[in-house]
């Protein structure tokens, strides 16, 4: 089976029950469309599950993008030569806002890694998909972080700027594609604030299909089934960020 999740945020605990809800196996697939790290208390643990798994394929995320900006000025050695003026005032901004947005458990944690370790989650950030497209049973979904900004008839998935999969929240009144069988598949947007319920719950309508159900803010992690359409839940705890 294969199986969508978003926006876990360092939510450990809650992503590890839900794999083992799902009773995910060697045999299935997981699509991680973005946003495993910050504002949770164990983002490190659940990046580095998620790299040790070849069967899970992860989608950059905002949260990702920002981190990667940061660490790759943090994370260089400084010398006599670039000591001035090696951070320019958009760096520091960059990491006021990220520190703001629930980055300082993120920077805390991957200080006390090795620089191996703190390579191999910069190298696979850095090699995160910025879409991908699946079918099934005549159906495609495609999938991102955020959403498809900018949006036009014909385009293709390549031609789009990265930015405008993964900052961008969409319209879920309205849907994408004309064609009845096309869905895209979300995070970043918590589904409490798309549905009319105002329920943690995975919203599908108007050709979309919302999974980032607010874990870290009290909400659930959801897993979505592409073949089945089955969701599964599983409760998050309230954290500061």
């Avoid at 490190?44 to 998620?50: E, G, N, Y």
Wanted: net charge negative.
């Amino acid at each position: 089976m294969r199986y969508v999740i978003s926006d876990v945020h360092g939510c450990y605990d809650e992503y590890m029950k839900l794999l083992r809800k799902i009773h995910f196996s060697d045999a299935d697939e997981l699509y991680v469309l973005g946003d495993a790290m910050d504002r949770g208390p164990e983002p490190v643990k659940v990046i580095a599950d998620m790299m040790s798994r070849v069967n899970v394929t992860y989608i950059l995320g905002n949260h990702d993008f920002i981190m990667l900006t940061v660490m790759r000025k943090l994370f260089v050695e400084i010398t006599e030569e670039n000591c001035e003026n090696y951070l320019s005032k958009d760096d520091l901004m960059d990491y006021i806002n990220w520190m703001q947005d629930g980055g300082e458990i993120t920077l805390s944690q991957f200080t006390k890694l090795t620089r191996r370790e703190q390579r191999d989650i910069l190298e696979y950030l850095e090699d995160a998909f910025l879409y991908q497209e699946l079918e099934d049973k005549g159906k495609r979904y495609v999938l991102v972080h955020a959403g498809i900004h900018g949006y036009e008839k014909g385009k293709e998935l390549y031609e789009y700027n990265f930015t405008d999969f993964i900052f961008h929240r969409p319209d879920y009144s309205k849907p994408y594609f004309e064609e009845d069988n096309v869905y895209v598949i979300t995070g970043h947007t918590p589904t409490v604030l798309i549905r009319a319920d105002r329920q943690p719950k995975v919203y599908c309508g108007n050709g979309h299909i919302a999974v980032d159900c607010g874990c870290v803010f009290g909400g659930n992690l959801a897993a979505y089934c592409i073949e089945t359409g089955e969701v599964f839940y599983v409760e998050g705890r309230k954290h500061k960020r």
